[in-house]
C-alpha cells in the first residue's frame, strides 16, 4: 500500500482558508409517511395521530423557528435550490407548503428560478392539491414511483399499486414540466425483463428526469433484518447496464452514478450535494453543511419529530436549540467528502474545484490520485479528473482509496 501523505502535513498547523464560499441549498424534512417501508433506512414515521392537522402546524411552526435560528450562519447568502424531502412530503397541505415557502423569501435571497422540488408518493396525489402545491411555488416534482410493477411494489411495502403510479405522473404532467422518477432496481424477485418494463415506461412517461437506484439492505431496517430474496450480483448488473442503455437510446444523459436527465434538466440541488456545496437542512433529523472562511461545519438536527417540536419551547437567543450535534470538518475528512461526491460525476470534476470547495491543494492527494490513476479508474489532467467506464462500475473500490488512512481496509 502507498504512503499516505494526510492534510495537515503539508499545511503544518495552518488552518486551510477557503477563498470564496460555494452555492447555498436549502433542505427542508418532513418526516411522516403513511407507512414506513421495510427498506428505508431515512428518518420517516408513520402517522399514529388522529391530531394530523394539528402536529401538521406545530411542526410548521418549528421549521420556520428553526430558520430563523439559523439565519446568523448563512446571513446574505443567496439560495440556488429548495428541497423538501421526507418521509412524504406530499402529505402536508399546499397551505402549509405556502407558509414555508413564504417565511423563507422574506428570510433569504433567492437566485432567480431557484429550483424548488417536492417529493411526493403516488399514494398521496389529488388533481386540486397538486395544482396548490405549484400555486405555493413549487416548480419541480419528484415521484417516489419505485416500479410500475404492483407485485414488486407490494414487496417493497409500497402503499401504492402500478395503476396508481401511471395515474400520478398524469396528475402531475398536467402541473409541472420539471419532474424526476425514482426507479428501484434488484428488487425482491425482480427479473431482468422486469427492470427492462419499469425503465421502458419511466421513459415512455416523457419526464425530463429519472433517478434509478440499486436496492441496498441497510443497517436498522426490516430488511436487513428479514432479508428478502434478490437478484445475485451479475444479474443487478445486467439490470444496471439495461436501464443505463435504455436512457441513452432515449436521450437522457447519465451525469451521475444514478441520474438520468435530459440536457439542462440536471438537478440543481443534487448537484449542488456532488460539488461539495453547502446546504441548511432544517427539520427533524436534518443534516446540515455550511462552510466559512476558515471552517468547515456539519450539523444534525433533532431526529424524533415529537423532540424537535419541543425545542422550540427552549428558545435561547445565542443558541439554535434545534441542533444536536456539530463538528468541524477536519482537513482529511474534507477530502475525503469531496472525493465521495465529486467522483460519482460521470464527467468528474475541475481540478481547481478541490482547492476551491475544500481549501486543501490538489497535492494532498496526489499520491492517491496516483493509485487510482494506476489502478485505470480514473484519467486526468491538469485541468480535469473523471472516473473512468471501470470507475464507475467500481465506484466504492475508487472511493475506498481516499478514506483517512486509519479507515482503509
Known amino acids: 500500500m502507498p504512503t499516505i501523505i494526510s492534510p495537515s502535513s503539508i499545511l503544518g498547523s495552518q488552518s486551510p482558508k477557503l477563498t470564496s464560499l460555494p452555492q447555498l441549498s436549502l433542505y427542508i424534512h418532513i418526516p411522516w409517511c403513511l407507512k414506513k417501508c421495510p427498506y428505508c433506512d431515512f428518518n420517516s414515521h408513520e402517522i399514529r395521530t388522529e391530531n394530523y392537522s394539528e402536529l401538521e402546524h406545530a411542526y410548521v411552526e418549528a421549521l420556520i423557528h428553526d430558520l430563523e435560528m439559523a439565519l446568523p450562519n448563512i446571513w446574505g447568502r443567496k439560495v440556488v435550490s429548495i428541497f423538501f424531502g421526507g418521509g412524504t412530503p406530499s402529505l402536508f397541505s399546499a397551505q402549509s407548503i405556502d407558509k414555508i415557502l413564504t417565511t423563507v423569501r422574506m428570510l433569504l435571497p433567492l437566485e432567480h428560478f431557484t429550483e424548488i422540488t417536492l417529493e411526493a408518493n403516488p399514494g398521496t396525489f389529488e388533481t386540486q392539491k397538486f395544482a396548490d402545491f405549484k400555486a405555493a411555488g413549487i416548480n419541480r416534482l419528484s415521484i417516489g414511483i419505485q416500479s410500475f410493477n404492483s407485485k414488486h411494489l407490494q414487496a417493497l411495502g409500497r402503499v401504492h399499486n402500478g395503476n396508481e403510479a401511471h395515474n400520478a405522473i398524469d396528475i402531475a404532467l398536467k402541473n409541472f414540466k420539471n419532474i424526476n422518477l425514482d426507479l428501484m432496481y434488484a428488487l425482491p424477485e425482480q427479473t431482468l425483463a422486469d427492470a427492462q418494463q419499469d425503465i421502458e415506461l419511466a421513459c415512455a ?7 434509478a437506484y440499486h436496492l441496498t439492505l441497510e443497517p436498522n431496517t426490516l430488511f436487513h433484518r428479514y432479508p428478502p430474496i434478490l437478484p445475485d450480483d451479475n444479474i443487478a448488473a445486467e439490470m444496471q447496464l439495461a436501464i443505463e442503455q435504455r436512457a441513452a437510446d432515449k436521450q ?16 440543481n440541488h443534487n448537484l449542488n450535494y456532488w460539488m461539495f456545496g453547502d446546504y441548511l437542512g432544517i427539520g427533524a433529523g436534518a443534516h446540515s453543511k455550511i462552510s466559512f ?28 436549540t434545534y441542533i444536536l450535534t456539530e463538528h468541524v470538518v477536519s482537513q482529511t475528512e474534507r477530502s475525503f467528502e469531496f472525493m465521495m461526491n465529486a467522483l460519482r460525476l460521470t464527467d468528474g470534476f475541475q481540478t481547481a474545484m478541490f482547492q476551491e470547495r475544500t481549501g486543501l491543494p490538489i497535492t494532498v492527494i496526489q499520491q492517491q490520485l496516483n493509485e487510482a490513476e494506476e489502478r485505470k479508474l480514473i484519467i486526468r489532467d491538469h485541468q480535469q479528473i473523471t472516473p473512468t467506464l471501470m470507475g464507475k462500475r467500481f465506484l466504492n473500490d475508487l472511493l475506498q482509496i481516499f478514506l483517512p488512512p486509519n479507515e482503509r481496509p
Open 293 to 320: 472562511a476558515d471552517k468547515i461545519i456539519r450539523q444534525i438536527r433533532y431526529k424524533h419529530p415529537k423532540e424537535y417540536v419541543a425545542r422550540s419551547s427552549q428558545s435561547d437567543l445565542n443558541t439554535n
Open 252 to 267: 437522457y444523459i447519465n451525469y451521475e452514478t444514478s441520474a438520468f436527465a435530459h440536457s439542462g434538466k440536471e438537478s
Open 205 to 211: 412517461a416523457g419526464v425530463p428526469h429519472i433517478s
